[in-house]
């Protein structure tokens, strides 16, 4: 059964950026039609942990942080729930001295930027946060960081995507796609073929197979983070948990269960993702070590996803290099489900104006393509690096 | 799979000690871990070691079968690794995680045969969660293993040959059993015969117990349908309706169930493939008549896998382990061969007994049509039945898992063992489609909750200075 479709704009990948791409080219007036091989929002964007958090991210990520942080200041009014999103703060704490300085260091580099960050030492947090175990002897607080919880978040945006007028088909997989003629075809085994002017890759961890068949090669790998959730248990955390250096991260969400990730689980297949023993085993040691009232808890459930990382962690956000009206969005490196709103307007803002009203130059993808790569140099110092070991891991999944 | 690792049994019931028994029998030393502290499974589940009823007042009819299998355990504990109180709580490339005495650890195994058994099919019913309210495993389980009632007026509700098994033990155990109230009706047993025959001496034990309730003055209705728990604090009675009309009881608990439902969260994590098993109405995890899975090493026995009842899953538990046997170099003697033959034989006769079983014990195919929107479906996290059609309204969704995620539905303490079935029920008829079309809740470690204190300490370490 084969649908011919004419639409101004084809987007594959149903996650948070897709779909908010999605709604915010409605809103323009575009016309859209969605892609999605499983379900909207069930892949990083719906089970991740859930952070929505700037501290920590890199500087050539602040004006996009904080465009995002407004828009997540009006979700309600934009997806049509509140998603559990809460200013409840962002905590990032040090377990050495040598932590704290680089806290100190990120504080007065992110200063410009307005994200009122607070430094706290050992007494005040032993004062404010009793709970904490003695292995976190001071942090740097972000009062108006939060958490959601993206299970809920990342499937709205899709219903409301599809409320303004997207037209978002699920369960349905790409087999072929080009650029001919005046733009770009796109055929799905489900007899559906799309001609459109442009095509948004928010295709995730699978993007770079896209990005390739455009002649564009990039060095992204898949990770795994892991996530285990406690039992509902008394409220004693409002905030959202993070370690300098990585490791782990922790939430309470309002039904009492603590969220807590870290580590990296493992492919069971292309799709699918799991979490292994070693993984779980140091989320559970790590918890312990950071909230010691949790050493009589117990975890419920596991899981994991399948995100795509590229060497610098930063994503790739823009214009191809190699096909005029081929936009990317994806690499977000764990640490997507804040920024993804504001990446899914850029996108929108870069099919109607052709430029971003948003600084996105270091997320070309031509630094891959192009002799000499320059995000890495205007990166901060290690404040947001990983280092909690020597091999490729993952630390920073919102 | 290494040679050196020895054949590794889940459970330790009926299913799970035949196979460990075959497995002795042929040289091998198989481990057995089994979460309860004494082996013999659900059905045959011991008292602690001290308490002195005896196997006659404990088990009724199946004394001797009990007696059966736990003298066969007896009779290998020397040659068997037996480690009892031990969860398994995930499996991961070859090695079983398991939790014992508030630690875990890992055991790898060559072989893997999984006789996990089940728990009750629940189906909620208004009141359900007040408390005095059982299911019908869980009034056995009082019995059997602290020879304590759940109440001293005991109504048992549902359906299934379990709910007059369960209330002659009660009655002969000396509680009043106040009434056993079937969901199926009288017709559904009668057009039942047919098949039920393939059994007869089952056939007859269940007339007996029927029977038996009579003649000890025990009311016992059929074509039954639950209103409401009465009492708000405690159970005080019960409201049911019949063709006649609605009634009230009398009772200070109630034990219900419909059936049983296998626990197939193992299988599914080894990776094992499901198909639909239209006659028990749930995904299964898929087997050859042997017990083989679709996982090589890994064998499937019991209730676990599709139930069967005890009787069935000692000949599968034997079974699986002699097809463990011929596939790892064990040349079958001309007796393995024969006794395989006859198990598998007898298995046979089983099935067509179920099928005659499940018409004589209908699921309630009209439980989800008139399940009212303010029932709690899922316990742990509280979710009416309004919840879950709300969501699949307002959200789209048609498959199990995303209705979890958007409702919370079997995020629990339980991760759905008690309200999967039920919510599965709910999800088919709200958007008008066949209960296997929407899916089945994907297993997740761990199996059952995991303290955080449970961890050992050296992975950590080893992990850093790997690093």
Same mark, same amino acid.
């Given at each position: 059964?084969?649908?011919?479709?004419?639409?101004?704009?084809?987007?594959?990948?149903?996650?948070?950026?897709?779909?908010?791409?999605?709604?915010?080219?409605?809103?323009?007036?575009?016309?859209?039609?969605?892609?999605?091989?499983?379900?909207? *929002?069930?892949?990083?964007?719906?089970?991740?942990?859930?952070?929505?958090?700037?501290?920590?991210?890199?500087?050539?990520?602040?004006?996009?942080?904080?465009?995002?942080?407004?828009?997540?200041?009006?979700?309600?009014?934009?997806?049509?729930?509140?998603?559990?999103?809460?200013?409840?703060?962002?905590?990032?704490?040090?377990?050495?001295?040598?932590?704290?300085?680089?806290?100190?260091?990120?504080?007065?580099?992110?200063?410009?930027?307005?994200?009122?960050?607070?430094?706290?030492?050992?007494?005040?947090?032993?004062?404010?946060?009793?709970?904490?175990?003695?292995?976190?002897?001071?942090?740097?607080?972000?009062?108006?960081?939060?958490?959601?919880?993206?299970?809920?978040?990342?499937?709205?945006?899709?219903?409301?995507?599809?409320?303004?007028?997207?037209?978002?088909?699920?369960?349905?997989?790409?087999?072929?796609?080009?650029?001919?003629?005046?733009?770009?075809?796109? #055929?799905?085994?489900?007899?559906?073929?799309?001609?459109?002017?442009?095509?948004?890759?928010?295709?995730?961890?699978?993007?770079?197979?896209?990005?390739?068949?455009?002649?564009?090669?990039?060095?992204?790998?898949?990770?795994?983070?892991?996530?285990?959730?406690?039992?509902?248990?008394?409220?004693?955390?409002?905030?959202?948990?993070?370690?300098?250096?990585? $490791?782990?991260?922790?939430?309470?969400?309002?039904?009492?269960?603590?969220?807590?990730? *870290?580590?990296?689980?493992?492919?069971?297949?292309?799709?699918?993702?799991?979490?292994?023993?070693?993984?779980?085993?140091?989320?559970?040691?790590?918890?312990?070590?950071?909230?010691?009232?949790?050493?009589?808890?117990?975890?419920?459930?596991?899981?994991?996803?399948?995100?795509?990382?590229?060497?610098?962690?930063?994503?790739?956000?823009?214009?191809?290099?190699?096909?005029?009206?081929?936009?990317?969005?994806?690499?977000?490196?764990?640490?997507?489900?804040?920024? $993804?709103?504001?990446?899914?307007?850029?996108?929108?803002?870069?099919?109607?104006?052709?430029?971003?009203?948003?600084?996105?130059?270091?997320?070309?993808?031509? #630094?891959?393509?192009?002799?000499?790569?320059?995000?890495?140099?205007?990166?901060?110092?290690?404040?947001?690096?990983?280092?909690?070991?020597?091999?490729?891991?993952?630390?920073?999944?919102? | 799979?290494?040679?050196?690792?020895?054949?590794?049994?889940?459970?330790?019931?009926?299913?799970?000690?035949?196979?460990?028994?075959?497995?002795?029998?042929? %040289?091998?030393?198989?481990?057995?871990?089994?979460?309860?502290?004494?082996?013999? %499974?659900?059905?045959?589940?011991?008292?602690?070691?001290?308490?002195?009823?005896?196997?006659? =007042?404990?088990?009724?009819?199946?004394?001797?079968?009990?007696?059966?299998?736990?003298?066969?355990?007896?009779?290998?504990?020397?040659?068997?690794?037996?480690?009892?109180?031990?969860?398994?709580?995930?499996?991961?490339?070859?090695?079983?995680?398991?939790?014992?005495?508030?630690?875990?650890?890992?055991?790898?195994?060559?072989?893997?045969?999984?006789?996990?058994?089940?728990?009750?099919?629940?189906?909620?019913?208004?009141?359900?969660?007040?408390?005095?309210?059982?299911?019908?495993?869980?009034?056995?389980?009082?019995?059997? /293993?602290?020879?304590?009632?759940?109440?001293?007026?005991?109504? /048992?509700?549902? =359906?299934?040959?379990?709910?007059?098994?369960?209330?002659?033990?009660?009655?002969?155990?000396?509680?009043?059993?106040?009434?056993?109230?079937?969901?199926?009706?009288?017709?559904?047993?009668?057009?039942?015969?047919?098949?039920?025959?393939?059994? +007869?001496?089952?056939?007859?034990?269940?007339?007996?117990?029927?029977?038996?309730?009579?003649?000890?003055?025990?009311?016992?209705?059929?074509?039954?349908?639950?209103?409401?728990?009465?009492?708000?604090?405690?159970?005080?009675?019960?409201?049911?309706?019949?063709?006649?009309?609605?009634?009230?009881?009398?009772?200070?608990?109630?034990?219900?169930?419909?059936?049983?439902?296998?626990? =197939?969260?193992?299988?599914?994590?080894?990776?094992?493939?499901?198909?639909?098993?239209?006659?028990?109405?749930?995904?299964?995890?898929?087997?050859?008549?042997?017990?083989?899975?679709?996982?090589?090493?890994?064998?499937?026995?019991?209730?676990?896998?599709?139930?069967?009842?005890?009787?069935?899953?000692?000949?599968?538990?034997?079974?699986?382990?002699?097809?463990?046997?011929?596939?790892?170099?064990?040349?079958?003697?001309?007796?393995?061969?024969?006794?395989?033959?006859?198990?598998?034989?007898?298995?046979?006769?089983?099935?067509?007994?179920?099928? %005659?079983? &499940?018409?004589?014990?209908? /699921? +309630?195919? &009209?439980?989800?049509?008139?399940?009212?929107?303010?029932?709690?479906?899922?316990?742990? &996290?509280?979710?009416?039945?309004?919840?879950?059609?709300?969501?699949?309204?307002? =959200?789209?969704?048609?498959?199990?898992?995303?209705?979890?995620?958007?409702?919370?539905?079997?995020?629990?303490?339980?991760?759905?063992?008690?309200?999967?079935?039920?919510?599965?029920?709910?999800?088919?008829?709200?958007?008008?489609?066949?209960?296997?079309?929407?899916?089945?809740?994907?297993?997740?470690? +761990?199996?059952?909750?995991?303290? /955080?204190?449970?961890?050992?300490? &050296?992975?950590?370490?080893?992990?850093?200075?790997?690093?």
């Amino acid at each position: 059964m084969k649908v011919k479709h004419l639409t101004d704009v084809a987007i594959i990948g149903g996650g948070i950026v897709g779909t908010s791409a999605a709604l915010a080219l409605r809103q323009m007036g575009l016309s859209v039609v969605l892609l999605e091989s499983g379900q909207c *929002g069930a892949r990083s964007s719906g089970v991740n942990y859930g952070g929505v958090r700037r501290q920590g991210r890199s500087l050539v990520q602040m004006p996009l942080t904080q465009r995002a942080h407004s828009i997540w200041g009006r979700l309600q009014q934009l997806i049509g729930i509140d998603g559990e999103y809460l200013r409840s703060g962002h905590l990032k704490l040090a377990r050495s001295e040598a932590d704290m300085a680089s806290l100190e260091r990120y504080l007065q580099l992110t200063e410009p930027f307005g994200l009122e960050l607070q430094l706290l030492g050992t007494s005040a947090l032993r004062e404010q946060f009793p709970w904490l175990g003695a292995i976190a002897v001071g942090g740097s607080l972000c009062p108006q960081d939060g958490h959601a919880n993206p299970r809920l978040v990342s499937p709205a945006f899709a219903r409301a995507a599809a409320r303004a007028g997207a037209q978002i088909h699920e369960q349905c997989h790409v087999t072929e796609m080009g650029h001919g003629g005046p733009g770009f075809f796109v #055929r799905a085994d489900s007899g559906l073929e799309l001609h459109s002017r442009f095509l948004l890759n928010c295709a995730g961890a699978w993007a770079g197979a896209i990005a390739q068949r455009f002649g564009e090669t990039v060095p992204m790998v898949s990770s795994h983070p892991v996530m285990a959730v406690t039992e509902p248990l008394g409220m004693f955390m409002s905030l959202s948990l993070g370690v300098e250096g990585g $490791g782990i991260y922790a939430r309470q969400a309002p039904r009492g269960n603590c969220v807590i990730g *870290g580590s990296q689980g493992y492919a069971l297949d292309a799709d699918r993702a799991r979490p292994s023993r070693d993984a779980i085993t140091q989320v559970l040691q790590r918890s312990v070590e950071l909230m010691p009232a949790l050493r009589h808890a117990h975890i419920i459930r596991t899981w994991s996803g399948t995100e795509g990382y590229l060497p610098d962690r930063e994503p790739v956000i823009g214009p191809s290099a190699t096909t005029p009206g081929l936009l990317h969005g994806f690499g977000f490196a764990g640490a997507g489900f804040q920024i $993804g709103p504001a990446v899914g307007q850029v996108l929108a803002e870069l099919v109607r104006d052709g430029v971003s009203s948003t600084p996105i130059d270091a997320f070309s993808i031509s #630094r891959f393509t192009s002799p000499k790569p320059s995000v890495s140099d205007s990166r901060p110092p290690p404040a947001c690096e990983p280092v909690d070991s020597g091999t490729f891991s993952p630390t920073h999944a919102t | 799979m290494t040679p050196q690792h020895p054949p590794v049994i889940v459970g330790a019931g009926p299913a799970g000690i035949r196979a460990a028994q075959a497995l002795v029998r042929h %040289g091998r030393r198989p481990v057995i871990l089994d979460e309860a502290p004494r082996a013999g %499974g659900q059905i045959y589940r011991q008292p602690p070691a001290h308490f002195q009823r005896t196997k006659k =007042t404990l088990y009724g009819f199946e004394a001797a079968r009990a007696d059966a299998v736990h003298g066969a355990m007896a009779d290998i504990i020397d040659h068997v690794d037996y480690r009892p109180n031990t969860l398994v709580w995930n499996a991961e490339g070859g090695q079983l995680d398991l939790l014992h005495q508030g630690r875990t650890s890992s055991i790898a195994y060559a072989q893997l045969i999984v006789a996990t058994g089940a728990t009750d099919r629940v189906l909620p019913f208004p009141g359900w969660t007040t408390p005095g309210v059982y299911t019908l495993g869980g009034a056995q389980v009082a019995l059997k /293993f602290q020879a304590c009632a759940i109440g001293s007026q005991v109504a /048992f509700l549902g =359906t299934g040959p379990l709910l007059y098994l369960i209330a002659y033990q009660y009655a002969r155990a000396g509680a009043t059993v106040a009434a056993v109230l079937d969901t199926a009706r009288l017709g559904d047993q009668v057009a039942a015969l047919p098949g039920l025959a393939a059994q +007869p001496a089952l056939l007859a034990k269940g007339m007996y117990y029927v029977t038996w309730l009579r003649a000890h003055g025990i009311t016992l209705h059929g074509g039954v349908r639950p209103i409401q728990v009465l009492g708000n604090t405690r159970v005080e009675g019960l409201r049911w309706a019949d063709a006649r009309g609605e009634h009230a009881l009398a009772c200070d608990a109630i034990g219900f169930g419909y059936a049983l439902r296998s626990e =197939t969260q193992l299988a599914d994590i080894l990776g094992c493939r499901f198909r639909f098993d239209t006659l028990q109405r749930a995904w299964l995890p898929e087997r050859d008549v042997a017990g083989r899975s679709s996982v090589p090493g890994v064998y499937l026995a019991g209730d676990g896998a599709g139930i069967m009842g005890a009787d069935a899953a000692e000949w599968a538990g034997e079974r699986a382990a002699l097809a463990l046997l011929s596939d790892t170099g064990h040349t079958p003697s001309v007796a393995d061969t024969a006794r395989a033959a006859r198990l598998e034989a007898q298995l046979a006769t089983t099935t067509r007994f179920r099928t %005659g079983l &499940e018409r004589a014990f209908p /699921f +309630p195919a &009209e439980w989800a049509a008139q399940a009212s929107d303010e029932l709690i479906i899922c316990r742990c &996290e509280e979710i009416t039945v309004g919840d879950l059609r709300r969501t699949a309204a307002t =959200t789209g969704a048609t498959e199990i898992n995303r209705l979890k995620a958007l409702c919370r539905v079997g995020m629990g303490r339980c991760q759905g063992r008690m309200c999967a079935v039920a919510a599965s029920e709910i999800l088919a008829h709200c958007t008008g489609r066949p209960v296997e079309q929407v899916g089945r809740l994907r297993g997740q470690a +761990p199996i059952k909750p995991i303290p /955080f204190a449970s961890a050992p300490s &050296e992975v950590l370490t080893q992990q850093q200075e790997a690093a």
